[in-house]
Every structure is written in structure tokens, then in C-alpha cells.
């Protein structure tokens, strides 16, 4: 599947999940508009954290224990390769728009704000967005249940608007990003980028050293 199918898919369902609970809003299409607060349940900011932090010390975890020589592993190398690539792109972004969040103001078109305003991008959509790709991509075939990880970066995605911590147009973005850094990384037929700089007991992997 192309990434224009995969990005396509989670997009337009966080569009309908968006734009289903108010009217006509501003910002980028359109689409952006202030939702009620809900920073309780599974949407609560601390579930938010733990779901983010699960994920890089999960994709860390399995890299370091199977190294480059496996498929999962390597796999896991284009994750944190993907990790790295989008949220620096992400970060880089924030400080360039530096658009207003919707906690600091109800305006949707505020941008260009300096220091403090870093709302566009989201960083965390983009990370829990490359974070899956590259494994979706690379066992899709073999295992169609794959699909189902798309549901982390969307829970993200609705969960960072819910707290008013991005607009809708700040989390596509995010999702289209995080999902562009996945597929090229995992199109990647080289060493991946952290192991390149990284010792060689890395590749080898935790897993073979313990054998």
C-alpha cells in the first residue's frame, strides 16, 4: 500500500472525528475550532505521557534486545530512525510558525507568535505516527492485524485536542509527518541512521550477546 493510502485512511477518519463536534471553524482549511475540555478518563493529559513514554522505551527496548541482524529488529532501528527524523522536523516547525496553543488563546489564526507559541506542529502525533509505520509497512502482509496500531497515534491525535493542547489542523499535520518520516525511513536499505554512529555492540543486539 502507498503512503498516500496508509495517511489517507488515518486522516480523513481524524478529520470526521474532528469536524463532527462543532460547526465551521478557522485556521488551516478550516478545520480548526476549540472543543470542550476533557482532561479526565483516557483522554486525561497523564495517560497522554504514559501511552508516549511506553512507546520510545517499548521501540528502544526491542531494538537494543534484537540489534540490525533481525527483521523485527531492524525494523524497530527504522522507528527510532523515524523517531529522531520527525521530531526534529516537528520541532523545527513549532519554532518557525510558532502558532498560539488553544490553552494560550481561543483563536485558531494566531501565528508567527515567537517565543512560547509551539502548537503547530503536534510533536507527540508525530512521534506515535513514525513510531508504527515503519513496523505497519514492513509486516502489513504478513500480518494484517498490524493495522490496528493506527489506533495509537489517532487516540493521540484526539486526546491532545481534547486537553486543548493543539488544534485539529496541528495533530493532521502531525500524523501526515510522523507517517512521511516512517515510510522513508523504512524505504532506507542502509544501516540505520543511529546505528551508523553508534558502537558495534548495538547492531549486534543484547539478545545474541546474552546466548
Same mark, same amino acid.
Given at each position: 500500500?502507498?503512503?498516500?493510502?496508509?495517511?489517507?485512511?488515518?486522516?480523513?477518519?481524524?478529520?470526521l472525528l474532528f469536524?463532527?463536534v462543532?460547526g465551521a471553524g478557522?485556521?488551516?482549511?478550516?478545520?480548526?475550532?476549540?472543543v470542550?475540555?476533557?482532561?479526565?478518563g483516557?483522554w486525561a493529559r497523564n495517560?497522554?505521557?504514559?501511552?508516549l513514554?511506553?512507546m520510545l522505551l517499548?521501540?528502544?527496548?526491542?531494538?537494543?534486545w534484537?540489534?540490525?541482524?533481525?527483521?523485527?529488529g @531492524?525494523?524497530m /532501528?527504522q %522507528?527510532?530512525?523515524?523517531?529522531m527524523?520527525?521530531g526534529?522536523? $516537528?520541532?523545527g516547525?513549532? #519554532?518557525?510558525f510558532s502558532?498560539?496553543?488553544?490553552?494560550?488563546?481561543?483563536?485558531?489564526d494566531l501565528?508567527?507568535?515567537?517565543?512560547?507559541?509551539?502548537?503547530?506542529?503536534s510533536?507527540?502525533?508525530?512521534?506515535t505516527?513514525a513510531?508504527?509505520?515503519?513496523?505497519?509497512?514492513e509486516?502489513r502482509?504478513d500480518?494484517?492485524?498490524v493495522?490496528?496500531?493506527?489506533i495509537?497515534?489517532?487516540y493521540?491525535?484526539i486526546?491532545r485536542?481534547k486537553? @486543548?493542547?493543539h /488544534?485539529? %489542523?496541528?495533530v493532521l499535520a502531525?500524523?501526515?509527518l510522523?507517517? $512521511?518520516a516512517?515510510?522513508f #525511513?523504512?524505504?532506507?536499505q542502509?544501516t540505520?541512521?543511529?546505528?551508523?554512529?553508534?558502537?558495534?555492540?548495538?547492531?549486534?543486539?543484547?539478545k545474541?550477546?546474552?546466548?
Open positions: 500500500m502507498k503512503i498516500r493510502s496508509i495517511a489517507g485512511a488515518g486522516l480523513i477518519a481524524a478529520a469536524t463532527s462543532a478557522g485556521g488551516l482549511l478550516g478545520l480548526d475550532h476549540l470542550p475540555l476533557d482532561d479526565s483516557i495517560n497522554q505521557l504514559l501511552l513514554d511506553a517499548g521501540e528502544a527496548g526491542v531494538a537494543l534484537e540489534g540490525n541482524d533481525s527483521r523485527l @531492524h525494523t /532501528w %522507528s527510532i530512525d523515524a523517531t527524523v520527525g526534529v522536523a $516537528a520541532q516547525m513549532k #519554532m518557525a502558532r498560539s496553543r488553544p490553552n494560550q488563546s481561543p483563536d485558531p501565528w508567527f507568535q515567537g517565543s512560547g507559541y509551539n502548537s503547530f506542529p510533536g507527540e502525533v508525530t512521534v505516527s513510531i508504527v509505520t515503519p513496523i505497519l509497512l509486516y502482509h500480518h494484517p492485524w493495522y490496528a496500531l493506527e495509537l497515534p489517532l493521540d491525535a486526546a485536542v486537553v @486543548h493542547g /488544534w485539529q %489542523s496541528d502531525g500524523y501526515a510522523g507517517t $512521511a516512517g515510510y #525511513m523504512h524505504q532506507r542502509n540505520p541512521l543511529v546505528l551508523s554512529v553508534l558502537p558495534d555492540g548495538f547492531y549486534i543486539g543484547f545474541k550477546r546474552f546466548n
